[in-house]
């Protein structure tokens, strides 16, 4: 067990190492990110009442759009680098390697979410930093993660991959999507843990059913 | 072989039969509906092909789990075939759906959680497809396009549930003659119902049985290509056959 959390930390801090030295992926998630939640600024008139009203499917969508760009580099860059061989030659299984990535990911993307949640409530007016959305964002951040590497590690060897993955991913996380979504309506309405507790199960099963699918589904991706 | 074409011409006979019966009772035999008039008759259509989606989803599914199990082509041949043929009906359930909703409802659509799942699925088969269309032949798309099957019949229950979840949340805004009521499905109604799904079950085993045998001849033209292009050449006449690229397609 010790081991194994050892290899999946391994692997998740070469692709952390990496990050450091490029910044690729955190800053094209926020970047991007920022820019949807931007254009909606001007896209929706926003008075208060309105703000609360679109402002948590506006932040989400902005985080699954930009997590896509980021979930993307993060198999490509072994696919350009001509790592990809050399990750599957490595002699651990495929699901530590699969853990690896998610992990790795995972941080991307909460990293992300970090900078674009203050951001999103300054210019929403709304409060979305609280300890409800924070456990949220993290809930969000597992589930985005798991499907996200499973359906990168499928799109990687496709031509337009770019194209390929959003069109995997988005359907496919769309309960999250609704019940990050419904949670966030919930929290800045002043609503409490008991009135999303419904949504809290939704993205939990979702975390738990898609970790498991999607590990044991990548085994079968990086096969050769 | 021709035991298998003999059935084959018994079932679309079949099939041929009980649709020009399904059709006489959905036009012609059943009583027209008495809240919603005419209109009610496409629902006729709607049930049996929403149904026949299903199945073909279940069939990815099951296909799929066996391809990997096994990587025998042929559940990879039956996988396709399903998700092409399932892709037309639930295109199909969704026109007619819409087309009975706006003059019943009041709406082309609505948050029901019916037809949220049904459109999120119809995109997770179409992103299904367009991966096999991308992808060059071979057993990697074959893997990771059951991979992708897999991936969309484990979320089907997840997005139910969240799509039932979200309704409950959001009472749609639907006004119009059936938006109390439930109306009931027997007598006549019950009966036509039972016959159209039973005639597009058969439409559509018969429609995905002969994109089988289809992709099963592309395999074979893709194979002996293959075979052809791995010869030595005898002349530089003989060439131009070998340089022909393998026969693509979802």
């Given amino acids: 067990m010790g081991a194994s959390l050892a290899t999946v930390w391994t692997l998740a801090r070469k692709d952390l190492l990496l990050e450091l030295r490029s910044r690729d992926i955190v800053l094209a998630i926020v970047v991007f990110a920022l820019l949807v939640i931007t254009i909606f600024t001007f896209a929706v008139e926003l008075t ?13 969508a902005a985080v699954a759009f930009a997590g896509v ?81 499973a359906f990168a590690a499928v799109s990687v060897r496709v031509r337009s991959r770019e194209i390929m993955l959003p069109l995997l991913f988005l359907p496919a996380s769309v309960p999250l999507i ?29 975390d738990v059913i898609f970790v498991i699918a999607s590990a044991v589904l990548f085994q079968f991706a990086l096969e050769n | 072989m021709t035991a298998l074409r003999n059935i084959r011409l018994v079932w679309l006979g079949l099939t041929a039969g009980l649709m020009a019966l399904t059709l006489w009772m959905i036009f012609l035999w059943v009583p027209t509906e008495i809240n919603q008039g005419n209109i009610q008759r496409s629902l006729y259509f709607h049930v049996p092909v929403a149904w026949t989606a299903m199945i073909a989803i279940l069939l990815i599914a099951v296909a799929s789990v066996a391809y990997l199990k096994t990587r025998d082509e042929k559940w990879d041949r039956l996988a396709v075939a399903g998700a092409e043929t399932g892709i037309i009906f639930a295109a199909l359930m ?47 798309r074959r893997r990771l396009a059951a991979i992708i099957g897999v991936m969309g019949a484990v979320d089907t229950p997840i997005i139910y549930y969240g799509a039932q979840l979200w309704e ?17 499905v027997d007598g006549p109604i019950g009966l036509t119902l039972m016959v159209a799904t039973l005639t597009f079950s058969a ?48």
């Fill in chain 1, 48 to 60: 208060p009442s309105r703000s609360m009203d679109v402002g948590p499917g506006v932040l989400w």
């Fill in chain 1, 69 to 149: 760009l980021g979930l993307n580099r993060s198999f490509a860059m072994e696919a350009e680098g001509d790592t990809l061989d050399g990750l599957m030659l490595t002699p651990v299984s495929r699901d530590l390697i699969f853990f690896g990535k998610m992990l790795g990911n995972f941080i991307f993307i909460t990293i992300a979410e970090i900078v674009i949640f203050p951001v999103f409530e300054a210019l929403f007016n709304i409060s979305v930093l609280q300890v409800e959305t924070i456990v949220i964002a993290l809930l969000a951040s597992i589930g985005f993660s798991a499907v996200g590497t």
């Fill in chain 1, 178 to 206: 609704m019940a990050a979504v419904e949670s966030t309506s919930v929290v800045v309405n002043g609503g409490s843990w008991s009135a999303f507790s419904d949504w809290l199960q939704l993205a939990i099963a979702f």
């Fill in chain 2, 94 to 140: 969704l026109i007619t759906g819409m087309v009975w909703a706006k003059p019943v409802w009041g709406v082309w659509w609505t948050g029901e959680a019916k037809l949220t799942t049904t459109l999120i699925l119809f995109f997770i088969y179409v992103a299904y497809l367009m991966f096999r269309a991308y992808f060059p032949p071979g057993e990697q």
């Fill in chain 2, 168 to 184: 409950r949340a959001h009472p749609a805004a639907v006004v119009g003659p059936l938006s109390e009521s439930d109306s009931s």
């Fill in chain 2, 203 to 250: 439409l559509f085993v018969y429609v995905a049985s002969e994109r089988y045998r289809l992709r099963k001849q592309e395999d074979e033209v893709t194979a002996l290509r293959r075979t052809i292009s791995l010869l030595p050449p005898r002349s530089a006449s003989s060439t131009d056959v070998t340089s022909g690229v393998p026969v693509g397609g979802a």
